[in-house]
C-alpha cells in the first residue's frame, strides 16, 4: 500500500519562475489537504480539497498560490512569480472521506527553495 | 482563531526516562486531537489520535491526555530511547477538518 507520495521532493526555483507541486494521494483517499511549514515555524493549513472541488481555501494567500484536485491525476499546488518568502516545505496529506474522526496521512513533503 | 502552544520547545533526556510533552489549544471546540512525529527531512508520522469525546489514548509506549474543558493534552513517552529523538507535533481539528499545529517539541534523547 503507497503512502501519500510527493514530488518533487526538493525543487529550486528563481525568483518570478513557477512552482508546481504534485500530490498523489493514499489509494482510495477523496480527500487532500495542502500545508505549508515556513523555517522556524509550525505547519500552516492552505486548502483542503476534493475530487474537482475546493471545499476551503481560507489559508491560501490571495495572490499566486492556487491549487486543484482534478478528477484524473495528482493534486497540484501551484505557486506563480515565486518569491523567496515562498521557500518552505509544503505537505500534503490525504484523508477517506470527511469526517472529523478521519486521521490524515501526510506526505514527505516537497522543500521549495527560491533564489 | 486556534492557536496551539507546544512547551517545551526543545528537551534533552538520558536514555530510560520518562518524557512529558505539553500541548495547549486556546478554542476548545475541537473534534479531536492528534500527536505526530517529524523526522528532519521527512513527513510526518501520526502517533495517535483522540477524539473530543475521549480522554486519553495509549499505543505501546506512548500515552496521550486530552482535557479539552482547560485546552490541553500531554503526551507521555515511558522508558524514552535514542530512537525517540524527533519532533513531536500536536494538531487540533477544527472548523472544516482543518489542522492547526504548534511549532512542535524538539527531542533529544541522549544514550
Known amino acids: 500500500n503507497a503512502g501519500v507520495m510527493q514530488n518533487p521532493r526538493h525543487l529550486v526555483r528563481r525568483r518570478g519562475q513557477e512552482a508546481r507541486l504534485r500530490c498523489s494521494p493514499v489509494?482510495?483517499?477523496?480527500?487532500v489537504y495542502w500545508y505549508r511549514q515556513l523555517p522556524e515555524e509550525g505547519l500552516k493549513f492552505m486548502v483542503y480539497?476534493?475530487?474537482?472541488?475546493?471545499?476551503?481555501e481560507s489559508g491560501m494567500p490571495k495572490e499566486r498560490f492556487s491549487a486543484e484536485f482534478p478528477k484524473e491525476g495528482p493534486s497540484i499546488l501551484r505557486i506563480q512569480q515565486v518569491v523567496r518568502g515562498d521557500s518552505a516545505a509544503y505537505f500534503c496529506?490525504?484523508?477517506?472521506?470527511?469526517?472529523?474522526?478521519?486521521?490524515?496521512?501526510f506526505g514527505p513533503g516537497t522543500r521549495l527553495l527560491v533564489l | 482563531k486556534q492557536e496551539v502552544t507546544q512547551i517545551p520547545a526543545a528537551l534533552s533526556v538520558p536514555e530510560g526516562e520518562n518524557l512529558v510533552l505539553n500541548c495547549s489549544f486556546t478554542?476548545?471546540?475541537?473534534?479531536?486531537l492528534q500527536w505526530f512525529r517529524q523526522d528532519p527531512g521527512k513527513g510526518l508520522t501520526s502517533l495517535l489520535l483522540?477524539?473530543?469525546?475521549?480522554r486519553e489514548q495509549t499505543s505501546g509506549r506512548l500515552n496521550a491526555s486530552l482535557d479539552k474543558s482547560s485546552g490541553r493534552s500531554t503526551l507521555y513517552i515511558a522508558a524514552s530511547q535514542p530512537g525517540d529523538s524527533a519532533t513531536y507535533l500536536c494538531?487540533?481539528?477544527?472548523?472544516?477538518?482543518?489542522?492547526?499545529f504548534g511549532k512542535g517539541n524538539q527531542v533529544v534523547v541522549i544514550p
Open positions: 496529506a490525504s484523508s477517506p472521506q470527511q469526517g472529523a474522526q478521519e486521521t490524515q496521512y
Open positions: 489509494k482510495g483517499h477523496s480527500h
Open positions: 483522540i477524539q473530543s469525546s475521549q
Open positions: 494538531a487540533v481539528v477544527y472548523g472544516n477538518n482543518r489542522l492547526a
Open positions: 480539497l476534493q475530487k474537482e472541488n475546493i471545499i476551503d
Open positions: 478554542d476548545s471546540a475541537i473534534y479531536n
